[in-house]
């Protein structure tokens, strides 16, 4: 059973659970890297916060750590335990800790970075849903919708595809027309960038295999 852990800003409140943005082998791994440290530091270890995926630094780091004390010994052991996680899933992610205490100045720095990525995905996820919506009610030439998972995630610097029966100038103007009205609605706090192709175009396959590779 594991002891109740928590850390209270004025910004987040955690309790005894990692917080993770991402379901993927990330998440994974960070639910095992949680379960490792509450094991191991036992009342010194207070709170994890993953990025959204390994390769989002902040601070060139991608998981904050904060003990209450942060000894030599301490650090060495979190290390240690870093190390076996990721020998574990054959170091296909990157964990980079960020070892912090409760009054470190960089905790809040991390978490408001973290807060805000969290913010911005859940937007991103309301936004895709409604411009799914509109296209696949507003036109019957489309033939698949795929999003990038994170808005800043761009391959041909977009971050949704749309594939057409045919890509003609009316359908292509139609499509950017739905998209416009979007960016509008929320203020451009978030900004679609549509890759249009046709079945046939090699870029669709690209963007497919960049996405399933993340």
Do not use: C, Q
């Not at 009342?43 to 994890?48: D, P, Q, T």
């Not at 390994?54 to 991608?62: A, E, H, P, Y």
């Not at 070892?99 to 913010?119: A, G, K, P, W």
């Not at 203020?187 to 993340?214: C, M, Q, W, Y």
């Amino acid at each position: 059973m594991w002891h109740k852990t928590s850390l209270v800003t004025s910004a987040v409140s955690f309790a005894d659970r990692p917080i993770i943005l991402s379901e993927s082998a990330w998440h994974n791994v960070i639910v095992d890297l949680y379960i490792e440290l509450r094991s191991s530091l036992k009342e010194n270890f207070l709170a994890l916060l993953s990025a959204p995926r390994d390769n989002f630094l902040v601070f060139d780091s991608n998981v904050l750590i904060v003990v209450k004390e942060r000894r030599p010994e301490i650090v060495e052991k979190i290390l240690e335990i870093v190390d076996r996680i990721s020998e574990k899933y054959g170091n296909i992610v990157s964990i980079s800790p960020l070892i912090t205490t409760r009054e470190d100045s960089l905790t809040r720095r991390f978490m408001s970075v973290i807060s805000n990525i969290n913010s911005n995905h859940e937007t991103w996820l309301k936004v895709s849903r409604e411009l799914k919506h509109h296209l696949l009610n507003d036109s019957s030439d489309i033939v698949e919708i795929v999003f990038a998972p994170y808005e800043d995630f761009l391959v041909f610097d977009s971050n949704v595809l749309i594939v057409v029966k045919e890509r003609r100038p009316e359908i292509v103007e139609k499509i950017l027309e739905i998209v416009d009205r979007i960016n509008e609605k929320y203020g451009n706090t978030v900004s679609i960038s549509p890759l249009i192709t046709t079945e046939d175009d090699h870029a669709r396959e690209l963007f497919k295999k960049a996405i399933e590779e993340d």
